[in-house]
């Protein structure tokens, strides 16, 4: 007969294999922030309910600061004569 140990290991290592998909859980809960409406919010659902024009007095629509989206980065371009005579006129006057 097995004993309670291996019998909890040998389940543990069926249950690492299964091909069945495992739940995701996204926590709501933040570090205290004050919201748009001038009260403190300790979830980020209450906390974005807020930026919406009918979750605040002012009824304006914010936008919350990492959730924007980017421009394309283009790389400067340079101009290689011009960049030759700065250096050489840098070199000159020192």
Excluded: W
Aim: charged share 35%; glycine share 6%; proline share 7%.
């Amino acid at each position: 007969m097995k004993s309670i140990s291996e019998l909890v290991a040998e389940h543990r290592a069926r249950m690492g294999t299964s091909s069945l998909p495992k739940p995701y859980f996204r926590q709501d809960a933040i570090q205290p922030c004050m919201g748009m409406d001038g009260k403190m919010h300790d979830t980020l659902s209450s906390y974005r309910k807020t930026l919406l024009p009918s979750g605040n007095p002012k009824g304006e629509r914010y936008v919350e600061l990492g959730n924007e989206s980017l421009p394309d980065f283009k790389a400067p371009e340079f101009d290689r004569k011009k960049r030759r005579d700065d250096i050489k006129r840098a070199i000159s006057e020192v």
